[in-house]
């Protein structure tokens, strides 16, 4: 009896390890693929100005708007511009195309070669949310509906897709970056073609080994870049996104080296305007109560110096030391003298 109980809870125990696997590893289940590491972002150089650039051609179909360079080389045929239109430059088998093909060769290089996180082979990106991380397909990669790329609040979050072969998208799929993700940080590298369904909102860069074909109505943030192939468009948008640059703004807790712009309490250093109360430094306008120190302009009291105007006042009689005798009576001049 006891064996028998033993068995039971064995059983059950082996039926629940059994029935939790069935729902952690169940691809129904399974629809949010966190990474375990960051990609780094694949360097573009001057690939970067460009928003499409083709090895041996570029053709387009309809009103495509192209935002951003356009180049093909080392081919030298750009077709179907008017009636679309190229916001930016065209360089056709020019140095700057040349150029921009060999760095397109660096970063296609530098996607392929980072270690794969993830391996989805076999597996449809649509109805996925992935975290940033390097994602693998020994194959080709399928996308039917929306793939979601989420940052979690970084900015610099890298998505590097390593294709064997093909990618293809189904029409009306899309790339939706939430929470920051930036398509400048994603990357596309493809082991040989990729064809993008009609009305397919894409994000992201395209580096093709081989060809790029944008089918009607297929709307790009990022670039497409193919190395040995062409580029095909028709009535597209394509818009080169470079990665936003975020300025923090710090606050200062230090003293201020500005100017001040409102009206200081204390110690000011400039010109007062008011009338100052003590102490003034300029020339006072009213009566100095201390010893003049410059020249009077009133009458002396005493010691005149000047030459007197008037008779000189003398004793009516006198004499002076010689014997001589006077009178104030007399007219100035008109003496007597005693013997």
């Known amino acids: 009896m006891t064996r028998f109980s033993?068995?039971?809870?064995?059983?059950?125990?082996?039926?629940?390890?059994?029935?939790?696997?069935?729902?952690?590893?169940?691809?129904?289940t399974h629809v949010s693929v966190p990474a375990h590491a960051q990609g780094t972002q694949p360097p573009l150089?001057?690939?970067?100005?460009f928003a499409v650039l083709g090895a041996s051609a570029v053709t387009n179909t309809g009103p495509t708007v192209v935002m951003g360079d356009l180049g093909v080389s080392p081919g030298t045929a750009v077709t179907g511009f008017?009636?679309?239109?190229?916001?930016?430059?065209?360089?056709?088998?020019?140095?700057?195309?040349l150029q921009a093909q060999n760095d397109v060769e660096v970063a296609y290089g530098d996607a392929a070669g980072q270690p794969c996180n993830v391996n989805l082979?076999?597996?449809?990106?649509?109805?996925?949310?992935?975290?940033?991380?390097?994602?693998?397909f020994s194959s080709s990669a399928q996308l039917t509906g929306q793939l979601t790329l989420d940052s979690q609040g970084n900015p610099a979050s890298v998505f590097i897709f390593q294709i064997g072969s093909t990618l293809t998208t189904a029409s009306n799929a899309s790339v939706s970056p939430i929470n920051a993700t930036q398509a400048c940080n994603i990357f596309w590298q493809v082991g040989s073609s990729a064809t993008l369904g009609t009305t397919t909102d894409f994000s992201g860069n395209i580096l093709a080994h081989t060809s790029i074909t944008a089918q009607t109505g297929a709307t790009f943030n990022g670039s497409l870049y193919a190395r040995t192939g062409a580029v095909t468009l028709e009535t597209n948008t394509i818009t080169r996104s470079p990665c936003a640059v975020s300025t923090p703004i710090a606050t200062s807790t230090s003293t201020p080296t500005g100017t001040?712009?409102?009206?200081?309490?204390?110690?000011?250093?400039g010109t007062p305007t008011g009338t100052p109360i003590s102490s003034p430094t300029g020339t006072p306008i009213g009566t100095p109560t201390g010893t003049p120190t410059g020249t009077p302009t009133g009458t002396p009291i005493s010691l005149p110096t000047g030459t007197p105007t008037g008779p000189p006042s003398l004793p009516p009689t006198g004499s002076d030391p010689d014997g001589w005798s006077y009178s104030s009576s007399l007219p100035i001049g008109m003496l007597s003298r005693a013997k």
């Not at 008017?82 to 195309?97: E, F, L, N």
């Not at 082979?121 to 693998?136: F, I, P, R």
Request: proline share 9%; charged share 10%.
């Open 260 to 269: 001040p712009i409102g009206t200081p309490i204390s110690s000011p250093t």
């Open 121 to 136: 082979t076999g597996q449809d990106l649509g109805g996925k949310t992935l975290t940033s991380g390097v994602y693998c």
């Open 45 to 49: 150089g001057t690939a970067g100005n």
């Open 6 to 28: 033993r068995f039971k809870r064995h059983l059950a125990l082996t039926g629940a390890v059994l029935l939790f696997c069935a729902l952690v590893l169940s691809p129904i």
């Open 82 to 97: 008017p009636p679309g239109s190229v916001i930016g430059t065209k360089h056709a088998a020019d140095a700057v195309a």
